[in-house]
């Protein structure tokens, strides 16, 4: 199975500082990738697919890159309304369909 | 809108079933695949099952295989997952979510979760 592994799992930044997330598959996986973001108690979104598609919505701060087994996901400019844990999945094959362990992201 | 709503969840004895349920609508349901994930308590997302369009493709996470099985009702818009010889390790918020994109699909849209417990 294709294990998919976030890091940092936790971060603190300020408002404003842009932040940086990495996911990396441990085979290639092209860009069948998707990121997804919950807020405490809430239910997951979608943020990211096919690894740079930003979703219809989604602020423009968010952005998404990648290929193959290397992947990340940028907030350019931290807001306090993006507290959350972040988590990516990859999609190109299942089973399993696997998800990242998340990265909980707070403001310092 | 695009709306999708678990049911059936509870409290139930290790060993027993349930059978939860995902209503669907604003949308055609049979042009999708779906698939269950669950968050067990203060931890991450589990992907569980998936089952394509038609219902002719069917997989299952190796934590559930032989205990879950994942079905679907194109005709009443709803998909299903029934859960046997469940286990403590099986409480969670289960959701349904919407499939689409290439090969197997992100999920673009998220039911709010119906809880399992599995405790006696």
């Known amino acids: 199975d294709i294990q998919m592994t976030q890091s940092p799992s936790s971060l603190s930044a300020s408002v404003g500082d842009r932040v940086t997330i990495t996911c990396r598959a441990s085979q290639g996986i092209s860009s069948y990738l998707a990121w997804y973001q919950q807020k405490p108690g809430k239910v997951p979104k979608l943020l990211i697919y096919a690894a740079s598609t930003l979703q219809s919505g989604v602020p423009s701060r968010f952005s998404g890159s990648g290929s193959g087994t290397d992947f990340t996901l940028t907030i350019s400019s931290l807001q306090p309304e993006d507290v959350a844990t972040y988590y990516c999945q990859k999609y190109n094959s299942a089973p399993p369909l696997t998800f990242g362990g998340g990265t909980k992201v707070e403001i310092k | 809108e695009v709306q999708l709503v678990e049911s059936g969840g509870g409290l139930v004895q290790p060993g027993g079933s349930l059978r939860l349920s995902c209503a669907a609508s604003g949308f055609t349901s049979s042009s999708y695949s779906m698939n269950w994930v669950r968050q067990a308590p203060g931890k991450g997302l589990e992907w569980v099952s998936y089952i394509s369009s038609s219902g002719s493709i069917i997989d299952y996470a190796d934590s559930v295989e032989g205990r879950f099985t994942i079905s679907r009702d194109n005709a009443k818009n709803s998909l299903y997952l029934q859960m046997n010889s469940l286990r403590a390790e099986d409480t969670a918020v289960y959701y349904c979510?919407?499939?689409?994109?290439?090969?197997?699909?992100?999920?673009?849209?998220w039911g709010q979760g119906t809880l399992v417990t599995v405790s006696s």
């Open positions: 979510a919407r499939l689409r994109g290439f090969s197997y699909g992100y999920a673009d849209y």
